[in-house]
């Protein structure tokens, strides 16, 4: 089962998650972060930026795979997840950009690019840590509903619904790709560690489906059930339709003293 902390901001939720990445960093420096993007980590960014300018973490060592790309959008928009990647967490959290990676959107060889990065992957020795969001219609990162768990990174059509979710960070809606290569389910679940964040009455229905409902590809988010090692934080407001709330409250305010998150 998932542990489930439930905290009562945002802004907490950032710092629980933070904690997370500051203890696997503690063990181990060089550690492989997977990096999400969207609005949901940002909380837990601003949270490393502050502990990295206060001189108590140094993330210079850290490598770094994101975890989907929009396929086709001009070299350096800056709505590419490159970009927001460079913006949101290598430059303020002072990564090793040479040590951060993303898939390559770019339509030339763009049928490869997905066997490209499941290698470098392996290369880096697989991801200690993978951050997630979850979409409103259930999934994480592109994989759309639909998409089998044993997935591997490759390109996905964006449904109707994730484009108008995402057409806010656009000037218009046609302007959001109609394509992405995310990395897959089955990529995601290879993690060692998986960090799921979720916030808001709009992600509640999709949370409850993910952490309690049954696994199904319909719900890409079920496969974390899947996963031994699976962190989620959520706020109160996403945590409004799971059934065992409480007792996932009572086991956070329980939790053994030896055991790390
Ligand atoms: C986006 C991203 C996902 C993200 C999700 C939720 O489309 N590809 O990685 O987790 O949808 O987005 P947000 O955090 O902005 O709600």
């Known amino acids: 089962m998932a542990e489930v902390v439930i905290v009562d901001s945002v802004g907490s939720a950032g710092e629980v998650a933070a904690d997370v990445v500051q ?11 997977g990096l999400a993007t969207g609005s949901t980590p940002v909380p837990l960014y601003r949270a490393l930026e502050r502990r990295v300018a206060a001189g108590g973490l140094d993330l210079s060592r850290l490598r770094g795979f994101a975890l989907d790309e929009y396929v086709g959008l001009p070299e350096g928009h800056e709505q590419s997840y490159a970009s927001v990647i460079r ?6 959290l002072r990564l090793d950009a040479s040590a951060v990676h993303v898939p390559d959107g770019r339509p030339q060889d763009i049928e490869t690019a997905g066997a490209r990065y499941e290698a470098q992957l ?21 994989n759309e509903p639909g998409s089998s768990f044993a997935s591997l990174t490759r390109v996905k059509t964006l449904t109707e619904q994730t484009r108008r979710d995402n057409a806010r960070f656009f000037t218009s ?3 959001v790709p109609m394509h992405c290569i995310t990395q897959g389910v089955g990529t995601i679940l290879r993690a060692r560690h998986l960090l799921l964040l979720a916030f808001g009455e709009g992600k509640a229905e999709a949370l409850a489906a ?8 319909s719900v890409p988010g079920s496969a974390i059930q899947l996963h031994a090692r699976v962190t989620v934080v959520v706020d109160e407001a996403a945590a409004s339709r799971l059934a065992r709330a409480d007792y996932y409250r009572y086991a956070w305010a329980n ?7």
């Open 23 to 33: 203890r696997l960093v503690a063990e181990r420096p060089d550690a492989v972060l």
């Open 87 to 92: 913006r949101e967490v290598v430059e303020p």
């Open 122 to 142: 392996e290369e880096a020795g697989g991801i200690d840590l993978q951050i997630l969001g979850l979409g409103t219609d259930g999934h994480i990162g592109f």
């Open 173 to 175: 809606p046609r302007e």
């Open 210 to 217: 993910a952490v309690e409902g049954p696994l199904t590809a």
């Open 255 to 261: 939790k053994p003293s030896w055991q790390a998150v």
